[in-house]
């Protein structure tokens, strides 16, 4: 008790304070933006007088997770996409969970059959398409993507990005490697450009009269329709959630993981809990476009006024087994040539 030391009685009550406010901790390695995590662990704290340490970045958690071994001060890894989700449980990096609340609230395709991670929101791909140029219910599927009539219409991001090896890994898994191959080999062949950019590219080169069609993430609409520049490309273009008559559209997840090393996994499986609780979906539908993976809890207004839609609930750990072929079909299909 260093507090003991000191003279003054008031000086010996704030030190006591401040060794008592945060007391319990959970450290967060984050790869989703401060905005749009920070506001639930704010609320968490608040609840709990649990403090919330994160550290935020761009790529490097798994190398520096690894480094770190069992000195790492992580106790929680946020990331976004399946296929990140799982390099760390490929990697040996993060530990099983059974949490009776977590079980509950997740829908099971959303969560790894395992417990090495748990999807808090999800994202669907959509197509999109010129309101100009294209009419309604000309296109209604991944699959007529791949035909002819939209020879050179057609603009994606690289065949190799995580976004495009689930889809094309979901491709897989509904009609099997050879039809997929012919499936992307159709796809390549109707591009506009060579593959480029981010979801949001496409979306500006539709606007720009590159192409009439493309593949995004519902959520980069609601963030092109709040930016000033991007909104008139957003408005050059209508939604389509593909494949309603059969199987839906295609999900992926933002999720979480508990580190291997964990030092507070008492205090890092409430926050897992309290973000996967009615109380941390809803904030998560109010705070960012995404939808809450708890299907009781309504997406925001905006997400909410392009009405509900079959998704895919074919499960995401078998997205995650086959997207390395994924990845090998944009190879062998010269898909970023
Ligand atoms: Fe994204």
Known sequence: MKCLNIISITAILSCLISQTAFTKEVNVYSYRKPQLVKPMFEVFT??????????????????????????????????????RITNFKTAGLVQAIDSEALNANIPSNFRDPDGFWFGLTSRAR?????????????????????????????????GKHPYMAALTAS?????????????????????????????????????????????????????MLADPEQKKWAESVRIVFPNQENRGTHMNVSGVSMAKFSPNPKEALLLMEFLASREGQRLYAEKNGEYPVNADISPNPLVKSWGNFKQDTLGLGEIANLRESGVRLADEVGYND
């Open 171 to 223: 491709v897989i898994a509904t009609h099997g490697s050879d039809q997929a191959k012919i499936w992307l080999t159709g796809l390549k062949n109707n591009l506009a450009r060579r593959p480029q950019g981010n979801d949001r590219a496409q979306v500006k080169a539709i606007y720009s009269g590159i192409c009439d069609v493309a593949v995004i993430n519902h959520y980069y609409m609601v963030k």
């Open 46 to 83: 608040k609840k709990t007088g649990i403090a919330v340490n994160a550290v935020y970045a761009q790529k490097g958690m798994l190398e520096r997770l690894r480094n770190e071994g069992n000195n790492s001060p992580a106790d929680l890894i946020f990331t976004v996409d399946i296929g």
């Open 126 to 158: 959509v197509i999109v398409v010129s309101s100009e140029r294209i009419k309604k219910g000309e296109i209604s599927s991944y699959e007529e993507l791949a035909q002819s009539k939209w020879k050179g219409r057609v603009c994606t991001r690289q």
